[in-house]
């Protein structure tokens, strides 16, 4: 088993930066990728970014190409998701995920932690 526990949502106005951290334990040594999504109020849960655990490739939804930044440290078994120029529409609950093997999907999830951007 793999528990998976987010830090670091909260408030915070336009423009302004918020960094999430997730921090894995338990069975973390067969982590292939581990990815954050978000689930704004009344819709489906969405990708946000991806990062696999031996390589370091990356992998961003559209709308947050070249605002968040997905990076690891694989020595604390810790994603994070540095976000930055926030918008509104980026207020959602965060949730960071683990997959262990490639096609698999994520099987692991953790609680979410809110984000709400105000204008």
């Known amino acids: 088993q793999v528990q998976l526990v987010e830090s670091g949502g909260g408030l915070v106005q336009a423009g302004g930066s918020l960094r999430l951290s997730c921090a894995a334990s338990?069975?973390?040594?067969?982590?292939?990728?581990m990815g954050w999504f978000r689930q704004a109020p009344g819709k489906e849960r969405e990708f946000v970014a991806q990062i696999n655990w031996s390589g370091g490739s990356t992998y961003y939804e559209d709308s947050v190409k070249g605002r968040f930044t997905i990076s690891r440290d694989n020595a604390k078994n810790t994603v994070y998701l540095q976000m930055n120029s926030l918008k509104p529409e980026d207020t959602a609950v965060y949730y960071c995920?683990?997959?262990?093997?490639?096609?698999?999907?994520?099987?692991?999830w953790g609680q979410g932690t809110r984000v709400t951007v105000s204008s």
């Open positions: 338990g069975r973390t040594f067969s982590t292939y990728a």
């Open positions: 995920a683990l997959s262990t093997r490639a096609g698999s999907g994520y099987e692991y």
